[in-house]
């Protein structure tokens, strides 16, 4: 079984640039989550999906950070215009049914640097 | 709000010994699950082990084993046999409607 996939690895931008980043969980997995993790620091849930639906984006900055889970299967976090403190880890996990049940599988994580 | 605290900064232990993994929460649910995920330099979040509140059993897989007090909010995490690809961050977690995640824990394995 496929685990949950994340591009790019690494991400170096300038402040106030914009990126982009792509996860595609394990296939037939209803739940999926975005994660920041500050270095040092555990991981926080920015948004959660149900299929296509938005769960939980009490912590995503909105004026910055958006995201989308298109046809509930892939989804896209964005962070315009990026800024020296959004430098972390970004994670994403899926989970079978949800919205909150059992082992949260993760991907491997996007390491983003702002410069 | 739910919290999670982890106390111990870095933990080390000698290769083949037993070291315990501290962590408390507060929370008013009743109704939770709490985990301890494993991050190696790596990133790659895995999960070692989970434990229903609701069950007064503590949980138990292989080398990992918890320590679960519902009263006092703690929930510890017992390895044993310590070896060298134990080496990572260890974070606790609390899961209701989310999971809150602790500030972690590095474990060095000393040959």
């Known amino acids: 079984e496929a685990g949950v996939a994340q591009s790019p690895r690494y991400k170096i931008i300038e402040k106030r640039q914009s990126v982009a980043f792509w996860c595609n969980p394990i296939s037939g997995h209803a739940t999926l989550y975005w994660y920041q993790q500050i270095l040092g620091q555990g991981p926080k849930l920015l948004i959660q999906?149900?299929?296509?639906?938005?769960?939980?984006d009490s912590q995503l900055p909105k004026d910055r950070f958006s995201a989308e889970r298109l046809k509930g299967v892939d989804s896209t976090l964005k962070i315009q215009p990026a800024k020296l403190e959004d430098s972390a880890v970004y994670l994403c996990?899926?989970?079978?049914?949800?919205?909150?049940?059992?082992?949260?599988?993760f991907g491997p994580g996007t390491r983003l640097t702002v410069t | 709000a739910q919290t999670v605290t982890q106390s111990q900064p870095e933990m080390s232990v000698q290769e083949a010994e037993t070291v315990t993994l501290s962590c408390t929460y507060d929370?008013?649910?009743?109704?939770?699950?709490l985990f301890w995920y494993k991050q190696p330099p790596s990133r790659q979040m895995i999960l070692v082990i989970r434990?229903?509140?609701?069950?007064?059993q503590n949980a138990t897989e292989n080398r990992f084993s918890v320590n679960f007090q519902k009263a006092a909010k703690s929930f510890s995490l017992k390895i044993s046999d310590s070896q060298l690809g134990d080496a990572a961050m260890y974070f606790c977690a609390f899961g209701a409607q989310k999971l809150v995640f602790g500030q972690g824990t590095r474990l060095t394995i000393n040959p």
């Open positions: 929370t008013s649910e009743s109704d939770y699950y």
């Open positions: 999906f149900q299929n296509n639906g938005v769960v939980d």
């Open positions: 996990a899926s989970t079978l049914s949800g919205p909150f049940s059992y082992e949260q599988y």
């Open positions: 434990q229903e509140a609701y069950k007064q």
